[in-house]
């Protein structure tokens, strides 16, 4: 089995913060209603006064507040499936699994699309709170063992905070230059795991 992150690897760019933008073209009241808010909070996060995820909980908070959101998402997966990167489509299986932080809402159509199966962070929109484990560095890893998944023979991902996933796979690849360049996962050595540390401390963040 081969395992994918999202967001900066098989598709670019971040899929939350693309779909936010459609969402805001066809829902102009949301400039009123939701940007406001998220702006005061970004700026309290740049100034640290928040923490990062209040900011994340403001940021997804749009998802609540589109009356059509089923008929949205799919349009705009209609136009955004492009933006899967062409050499994963050449090299995908039926087996694959998409292991992703962004919102179970927004990753189940473009994986029913392609046909895979996918693990995501599950986001209530009834509510507006994420009520499932983050699938964020460690807990992608703890979510693979504690489901006894088949053993991962690849596993692709754009960020060092997904190292702990790359040690659970035989053969790890690091995904940069927007999705488009495959290499080998760096080796791990002392200056390495410091830049890890400092990816998974620094918390998930939409890639505004």
């Known amino acids: 089995m081969n395992v994918y992150d999202f967001d900066g690897t ?19 009241s949301l400039w009123f209603t939701y940007v406001p808010k998220l702006v005061k909070t970004a700026i309290l996060l740049k100034l640290k006064k928040i923490p990062r995820f209040i900011f994340e909980r403001n940021f997804f908070s749009f998802l609540c507040l589109i009356d059509d959101f089923d008929e949205q998402i799919e349009k705009f997966w209609d136009k955004h499936i492009n933006g899967i990167s062409a050499w994963y489509l050449e090299q995908k299986k039926e087996d694959d699994l998409i292991i992703s932080a962004s919102p179970n809402c927004i990753i189940e159509p473009i994986a029913r699309r392609l046909g895979v199966n996918f693990i995501a962070t599950e986001y209530d929109r009834d509510v507006g709170a994420f009520v499932d484990n983050l699938m964020f560095a460690r807990e992608k890893a703890a979510y693979i063992f504690d489901h006894g998944f088949p053993e991962i023979e690849n596993f692709y991902s754009d960020s060092l905070a997904d190292t702990p996933m790359a040690l659970c796979a035989e053969k790890a690849h690091l995904v ?14 002392i200056e390495m795991i410091e830049k890890v540390h400092e990816k998974i401390e620094s918390g998930w963040s939409v890639h505004l």
């Open 176 to 189: 940069t230059n927007k999705a488009q360049k495959v290499e080998d996962w760096p080796k791990l050595d």
């Open 10 to 28: 098989i598709y670019y760019p971040d899929c939350a913060a693309s779909f936010a933008l459609w969402c805001l073209r066809r829902h102009p």
